[in-house]
């Protein structure tokens, strides 16, 4: 019986949109996007620069607003249950390309700042959560000191331990490793591999194609506002179907 429910889990689509358009001005920057996402998957997300990936994925946590088409977050319509935003939020956990942690704040203070004003969560418990989260990035040792004071790879950790502090159901990341110098790489990646291990819903733009082969279930290749290509990574980068996608791997690879 248990398991029948976590088989049932799993298939469950957390993430449906359907003919999404959205426009800055006059400017049409996701045009008709249509893509369903299972509990459980890593979608990663590729595209030229420009191409709308950023704003699409902002769209699925409601940090842009759509004009057009349905975005359904594990049962909430972003478009018509406006006023659930607050429980959009809940689903989804982000993390940027630069950290955007709280210089003034210590690493632990970062982490339980949500959870307890937001969450109600009492101190002693959300700091027991954020150490084990510490633990689970890698950086226990770094609780009671400030950003300023860690490397940008230890500042990225913290910010995806801060996301997942918010006990999300989908963790989005625009670029996570975009910012860092080279060797600290490896580190925020090796995170995220261990997150998707784990069976956490991902949507990840990134430029890693070795973590993207690795770790994605699917790519989704964006160009000019429009979804060109879905496949496995062995589909897309060995089989590529379209001509853009072809020519964005050529620039790439
Ligand atoms: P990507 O992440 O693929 O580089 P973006 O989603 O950031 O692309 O941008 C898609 C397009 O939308 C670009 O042409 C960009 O200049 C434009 N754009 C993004 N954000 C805004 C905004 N807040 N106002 C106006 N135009 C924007
Ligand atoms: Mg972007």
């Given at each position: 019986m248990a398991e029948a429910n976590i088989a049932k889990e799993e298939g469950k689509e957390i993430i449906v949109c359907n003919g999404v358009n959205k426009w800055f001005g006059d400017l049409h920057v996701l045009k008709d996007v249509s893509l369903t996402v299972k509990k459980g998957e890593v979608l990663v997300i590729l595209g030229p620069s420009g191409s709308g990936k950023s704003t699409f994925i902002r769209t699925i946590n409601g940090l842009e607003e759509v004009q057009k088409g349905d975005i359904v977050i594990d049962g909430i319509n972003l478009s018509h249950d406006i006023k659930d935003i607050e429980a959009i939020r809940k689903e989804t956990g982000m993390v940027f390309q630069q950290f955007n942690l709280f210089p003034h704040m210590t690493i632990l203070k970062n982490i339980t700042l949500a959870p307890i004003w937001v969450r109600k969560k009492p101190k002693a418990e959300a700091e027991k959560i954020a150490l084990e989260l510490l633990e689970r990035v890698g950086?226990?040792?770094?609780?009671?000191?400030?950003?300023?004071?860690?490397s940008g790879g230890q500042q990225q950790r913290v910010a995806i331990a801060r996301a997942l502090a918010m006990q999300p159901e989908i963790m989005l990341f625009d670029e996570p490793t975009s910012a860092l110098d080279p060797e600290m790489i490896k580190e925020v990646l090796d995170v995220m591999k261990e997150l998707a291990r784990s069976g956490m819903t991902m949507l990840c733009v990134t430029h890693e194609m070795g973590f993207a082969r690795e770790v994605a279930d699917r790519i989704v290749l964006f160009d000019e506002g429009e979804i060109i290509e879905t496949g496995t990574p062995e589909e897309l980068f060995?089989?590529?179907?379209h001509d853009r996608t072809k020519l964005f791997l050529s620039q790439i690879l």
């Amino acid at each position: 019986m248990a398991e029948a429910n976590i088989a049932k889990e799993e298939g469950k689509e957390i993430i449906v949109c359907n003919g999404v358009n959205k426009w800055f001005g006059d400017l049409h920057v996701l045009k008709d996007v249509s893509l369903t996402v299972k509990k459980g998957e890593v979608l990663v997300i590729l595209g030229p620069s420009g191409s709308g990936k950023s704003t699409f994925i902002r769209t699925i946590n409601g940090l842009e607003e759509v004009q057009k088409g349905d975005i359904v977050i594990d049962g909430i319509n972003l478009s018509h249950d406006i006023k659930d935003i607050e429980a959009i939020r809940k689903e989804t956990g982000m993390v940027f390309q630069q950290f955007n942690l709280f210089p003034h704040m210590t690493i632990l203070k970062n982490i339980t700042l949500a959870p307890i004003w937001v969450r109600k969560k009492p101190k002693a418990e959300a700091e027991k959560i954020a150490l084990e989260l510490l633990e689970r990035v890698g950086i226990p040792e770094q609780a009671d000191k400030y950003p300023g004071q860690l490397s940008g790879g230890q500042q990225q950790r913290v910010a995806i331990a801060r996301a997942l502090a918010m006990q999300p159901e989908i963790m989005l990341f625009d670029e996570p490793t975009s910012a860092l110098d080279p060797e600290m790489i490896k580190e925020v990646l090796d995170v995220m591999k261990e997150l998707a291990r784990s069976g956490m819903t991902m949507l990840c733009v990134t430029h890693e194609m070795g973590f993207a082969r690795e770790v994605a279930d699917r790519i989704v290749l964006f160009d000019e506002g429009e979804i060109i290509e879905t496949g496995t990574p062995e589909e897309l980068f060995d089989n590529p179907k379209h001509d853009r996608t072809k020519l964005f791997l050529s620039q790439i690879l």
